[in-house]
C-alpha cells in the first residue's frame, strides 16, 4: 500500500461557483477518489489547515504527495516548503499538476523558473506518449485526448527532464513537454501539465490511469539514503 | 572577446601561510591569469568587496562568472544570489569550481543538497574523460593526472547531469562525478571537481584547458531569451 | 573552413517534374548554395556516383556529412554504409534531413527502427525551440514557421535523444521531436525533420539558419580518439 | 512471474577446466540458479543448441533475456541476432552481463563500436551507486565489493546511457560505466560490467541482487507497441 497525500490550495472550489460544479467537493477529494483503490492509502491536505495539513508527522507518513497550486502560491509557508523539500530528498515522490509549475516546492527543486505561455480558450489538447515502454505511459495507448484544456506553450523554463513521457499538443498552434520526472536526491518528482479548475479533466479515465501510474513509479523505495561527509580511504594510501 | 568574471571567497589565502605560498595572489588571480589570453576579457571580484564585487554593473558585463568559494558560503547575501542567479537564467555562463559544490548559487541552480563525501589526504586524483568530443574536453586526452586532490566522493547530491564529461578516480578507493554540465533557463554550468586550495591544481596545464574550454561553452550567446505569459493562439480556433 | 559534403539520392528531382520546379538543380545544390559562405568548403555527392560519390578518399575530406534520401535506400551499398559509419564513430559530423530518418546510416546509428507517422498533405508546420541556448536554435528565435510540410508524427522510433531542439506542431493535430542530436563514438549527429521533396523548405531562411548551426555544432574537432584494448596499469597493484 | 531466458556462450566451461571449477553447470546455470525464486520463470539457452536456443516460440515466450558472451560473438548467426532485436524493439527487455559489451546483439543496438580497455590482474573493482534512487539499485547501499574482477576501462564507446547506475573503481588506476540503462524501440535494455569467467562473480549476492533487480525493470510491460505509416488527420485541415 503506497500512502499517498494530495495536497490542494482548495480556493477556486470555494470562490467560484463555475469551479464549485465540477469539483464540489474540491480538486483534491476528487484525485483522492480515484485513488483509492486497493494499490494506495489516500489522505488530503489543504492550504488553510494548520501547517497548510503537511506536519512533520504528516509527510513522515507520506510515500508520495500530489501537489495542485494556482492563485495562492505564495500563501504557502517557506517554512513548509522547506520540510516538503527535505522530505522529498530523502525519498518522498511529488507529482506536481498543472499550475503547480509555479508552486514554490517544484521552483525549488528545478532551480528555474518554470515559466510558460498559456491561455484559457476551451480548446482541446492531445497528449502524444513519446516514450512507451515507461511505466507512466502503461495502458494510455497512443495518446490522451482532452476536450478541453488550458493551453500552456513552449519555452517551458525546466531543467532538461530526466525523462520526457509525454507531448502535449494545442489547436491553437502550440506544444508542451506535458509530461516529465526528474531525480532530487532520493526523491522522484513527475509534472504533469493537465488538470485546469474549470474543466473536468481529473473525470478522464486516462488521466486518471497517468496519475495512477505516476504515484506508483515515484513511490518511495526501500533504497537507504547515501552517507556524506568525511569518509576513511578503502584502500591503502 | 569573452567577458569572464572570476570569483573568489578569498579568505584562505588571507590566513593560511601554507595556500598563500601557492597562491599568493589569490584563487582568482590565478585564474584570470591564464585565461587573460586574445579569446577572454577578465575581471576579479571576491567576498569582501561591496556586493560581494557583484553588482549589477558587473553582471551586464559577464558572459561567464567563475566561482570559487568554501568556508563563506553564508556570508554571500541572498540579495547577490538572486542577481547571480537571474543572471544565469537570462544566459550568462557559470563554473563552479570544488568546494563551490556547497555554494548557494550552485544549491539554488540544482534544487539538492549537492553533499558529497571528501577526504584530504594528498592522494591522487585521475580524471578520464568519458564524452571524447565534447568541447570542454578538446585536447586534453584521455585523461588528467593530477599528483594531490581532494577526494570528493560519490554519492554527488546533484540533478542527473545534461552530460557527464570527466569521472574522477581516486587512490582511496571512490569515485566522482567530476566534470558535469547543467543548463537552467538560457543559462549553461559547468561543474568541475578539482582545484583545492592547498594544491596547485590551477596550475596545471591541462586544468586550465578545461577551463578555458568551458568558459567557451558556456558563454553568453546571441540567442533571444523566450517570451512568457498570455499567448494569443496562433491558429484558428 | 568546414569542409561539407551534401549527399542527396537525386532521384525524384529526375523523375517528377513537380519536384524539379522547385529543386531545378537537385536538393544537394540547393543545399551546397546557401552554405556557401566563408564559413564551409562544400562538396557534393548523389547516390549514383561511383561508391555514390562517398570514396574513402572524400570522406577522409569531409567534415560533416549531410544526408537526403528517400525512395532508394535499399540501394546504398552495405559497404558504403560501414564506411560512412566508420567515419562518423571517429569523429565526422552527420546532418541526417527529413526522410533520411530511413536511411541505412540512421537506422544503422540508432540501432532501432526509426519508424515514424507521415502524411502529405499541404499542412503547416510549426517548429517549437525547446533548448533556446543549444548553439543549433542560435538566431532562430522561438520557432520557425513552414507553410507546408509533411508531417511527421509521434511515435518516432528513435533512441532517447541527447538534446532534444525543436518540438513540431502539426495542423493534423500530432507532434514530432522534430530536432535531435546524439553522439555515437566520437560523432555528432543532428537529426532534422522538415524537407520534403515537393515543398520549398530548404529555401526557408530559418531553415537554412538551422542547418548552418548544425554544421558547425557538430563538425569534427581536434579530439583525439580514444585507445581500446589491453591496457597496463597506472597504479601499483 | 517473469520468464527469464539466460544465454550463455558455454565455451570457456568447457574447454578450461580453471573456469568449470567455478561454474561447473555453466555461468547460465549459476545465473538460472539465483533467479529460481517465486518472482521468475527461468530457461536457459546456449550457443551449441540449434538456432542457439533462441527460437521464435522460445523468444515469444522470453520477456527479459539475459546475455553472456565472450570468444565466440561471430559464431551467433545473424538470423538470430535480427530475430533477438525485433523481439528487443516490441518490448523484450535485455540484460547484458560483462563480454557481452561486444556480442552482435549489443552492438547492433547502440550503434557504435562498443570498444573499452580491458586487464585481466586479479585487482579488485568496486561499484559505486550513483543512482541511489534507481529500482536496479534497491538494496545494494552504496557501492558494491569485488575481490576480483577483470578490468574495463573508459572511454567505453556507447551511446550516452538514458541512465548510469554504476560506476567501476579499479586499483589500477581506471574507472568504468558499469551500470547503463538504455531504450531502443519499446524494449529496455541494462548492461553490467562484472563477470568475468574465471571469478566467482556470479556467487556475489549484491551481483545477484542487481541482476535481479534489473530483470523486475526491464521486463516486458503491457504497453501497446505504437503504430507507424500512414496517419490521417486527427483534426480538420
Redesign the interface.
Known amino acids: 500500500m503506497i500512502k499517498v497525500t494530495v495536497w490542494n490550495e482548495y480556493r477556486h472550489e470555494k470562490h467560484s461557483e463555475e469551479v464549485r460544479k465540477i469539483y464540489p467537493d474540491g480538486i483534491h477529494n476528487q484525485i483522492a477518489s480515484f485513488l483509492n483503490t486497493e494499490d494506495f492509502t489516500v489522505k488530503t491536505a489543504t492550504l488553510d489547515e494548520k501547517d497548510h495539513g503537511l506536519t512533520e508527522d504528516v509527510l513522515e507518513e507520506t510515500d508520495v504527495l500530489i501537489w495542485w497550486g494556482h492563485i495562492a502560491h505564495h500563501e504557502v509557508s517557506d517554512e513548509v516548503i522547506e520540510r516538503v523539500h527535505q522530505r522529498v530528498?530523502k525519498?518522498m515522490g511529488l507529482v506536481v499538476l498543472h499550475s503547480g509549475h509555479f508552486s514554490k516546492i517544484f521552483k525549488?527543486?528545478?532551480?528555474?523558473?518554470c515559466?510558460?505561455?498559456?491561455?484559457e480558450?476551451?480548446?482541446n489538447e492531445?497528449l502524444?506518449?513519446?516514450?512507451?515502454?515507461?511505466?507512466i505511459?502503461?495502458?494510455i495507448?497512443?495518446y490522451i485526448e482532452l476536450e478541453k484544456e488550458e493551453?500552456y506553450?513552449?519555452?517551458?523554463?525546466i531543467?532538461?527532464p530526466?525523462?520526457?513521457i509525454f507531448?502535449?499538443?494545442f489547436?491553437?498552434?502550440?506544444?508542451f513537454?506535458s509530461g516529465c520526472t526528474?531525480?532530487?536526491?532520493?526523491?522522484?518528482i513527475f509534472y504533469f501539465q493537465p488538470g485546469h479548475e474549470s474543466y473536468p479533466t481529473f473525470y478522464n479515465e486516462k488521466i486518471q490511469r497517468v496519475i495512477k501510474n505516476s504515484v506508483k513509479w515515484c513511490a518511495k523505495?526501500?533504497?537507504?539514503?547515501?552517507?556524506?561527509?568525511?569518509?576513511?580511504?578503502?584502500?591503502n594510501?
Request: aromatic share 10%.
Open positions: 530528498l525519498g525549488k527543486l528545478m532551480g528555474t523558473g515559466d510558460l505561455k498559456w491561455r480558450a476551451e480548446e492531445r502524444w506518449v513519446v516514450n512507451p515502454s515507461h511505466p505511459a502503461e495502458g495507448g497512443e493551453m506553450g513552449e519555452h517551458f523554463d531543467p532538461v530526466d525523462e520526457l507531448i502535449g499538443w489547436k491553437g498552434g502550440e506544444v513537454r526528474f531525480k532530487r536526491g532520493n526523491g522522484k523505495t526501500s533504497n537507504t539514503y547515501p552517507t556524506y561527509g568525511n569518509h576513511k580511504p578503502l584502500e594510501l
